[in-house]
């Protein structure tokens, strides 16, 4: 059975530094890993999407890596702002069917 | 605009009652939803899966004769919490998947719903 952990839990870091958010997964058979976005009491907002076949995908101040030998994903947000501050999820895909498992998740706090 | 619409956005109820929370696809047609909860400070969790015109299956755990799902069409499905209690509490978001037409812009966000706070007092 998939697992996704994400590590921190919680991080508080001051503005304009640069971030690692960490996920990992037990099975790595997956076809897509998505990174989201979460407010506090909202939806999700997607970030990044990486299939299976893809090493990294890049977004703005964001980059995501894949290595599925490893069973491991990251999240690299550069310059951060207070706005960046939310609950960032990672979720794997192992069905082919947007079937997500979620990540536990790691709450971002950035401090102006 | 958002493409997928979900209410109630939130909504209190009394201890025994129903609620019934409906997931329905704007500008699109889709076979699968996805419902998933979220209890406070914890992460997404799957509670079933449905495809239109067929029985939802659920995930270990999930009461399916608590949480009745509804999927009569290709734009719309229902999650009834029946008998609400307190521990019911959560925020219940859906997505739909199986885009069978009419592709809305944007990316993969555009499937999930704004999602339903249910506090049940």
Redesign the interface.
Request: aromatic share 10%.
């Given at each position: 059975k998939q697992e996704v952990t994400q590590i921190p839990a919680a991080l508080s870091v001051p503005e304009g530094e640069n971030l690692v958010l960490n996920c990992s997964f037990t099975d790595s058979a997956i076809y897509n890993l998505?990174w989201?976005r979460q407010d506090p009491?909202?939806?999700?907002?997607?970030l990044l999407?990486i299939q299976s076949s893809q090493r990294e995908q890049t977004s703005g101040r964001l980059n995501a890596s894949l290595d599925k030998s490893s069973g491991r994903s990251t999240l690299y947000i550069a310059a951060s702002q207070p706005g960046d501050s939310a609950t960032y999820?990672c979720?794997a895909d192992t069905s082919g069917?947007?079937?997500?498992?979620?990540?536990?998740?790691t709450?971002l706090k950035v401090l102006a | 605009g958002a493409v997928v619409s979900?209410h109630p956005s939130w909504v209190i109820c009394k201890s025994g009652t129903s609620v019934k929370i409906e997931c329905r696809s704007l500008d699109f047609q889709a076979t699968?939803m996805?419902w998933?909860r979220q209890f406070p400070?914890?992460?997404?969790?799957?509670m079933a899966?449905s495809n239109e015109g067929s029985k939802a299956t659920y995930e270990q755990g999930v009461e399916k004769d608590k949480f009745l799902i509804n999927h009569a069409s290709l734009t719309l499905s229902t999650l009834t919490v029946t008998s609400a209690h307190p521990e019911d509490s959560s925020?219940y978001?859906c997505?739909w998947?199986?885009l069978i037409a009419k592709r809305p812009p944007g990316?993969?966000?555009a499937?999930?719903?704004?999602?339903t706070?249910l506090t049940v007092v």
């Amino acid at each position: 059975k998939q697992e996704v952990t994400q590590i921190p839990a919680a991080l508080s870091v001051p503005e304009g530094e640069n971030l690692v958010l960490n996920c990992s997964f037990t099975d790595s058979a997956i076809y897509n890993l998505q990174w989201f976005r979460q407010d506090p009491g909202k939806g999700l907002t997607s970030l990044l999407l990486i299939q299976s076949s893809q090493r990294e995908q890049t977004s703005g101040r964001l980059n995501a890596s894949l290595d599925k030998s490893s069973g491991r994903s990251t999240l690299y947000i550069a310059a951060s702002q207070p706005g960046d501050s939310a609950t960032y999820l990672c979720a794997a895909d192992t069905s082919g069917t947007y079937k997500y498992i979620f990540g536990t998740g790691t709450r971002l706090k950035v401090l102006a | 605009g958002a493409v997928v619409s979900q209410h109630p956005s939130w909504v209190i109820c009394k201890s025994g009652t129903s609620v019934k929370i409906e997931c329905r696809s704007l500008d699109f047609q889709a076979t699968t939803m996805f419902w998933y909860r979220q209890f406070p400070k914890q992460s997404l969790m799957l509670m079933a899966t449905s495809n239109e015109g067929s029985k939802a299956t659920y995930e270990q755990g999930v009461e399916k004769d608590k949480f009745l799902i509804n999927h009569a069409s290709l734009t719309l499905s229902t999650l009834t919490v029946t008998s609400a209690h307190p521990e019911d509490s959560s925020f219940y978001i859906c997505r739909w998947t199986g885009l069978i037409a009419k592709r809305p812009p944007g990316n993969t966000e555009a499937f999930f719903g704004q999602g339903t706070r249910l506090t049940v007092v």
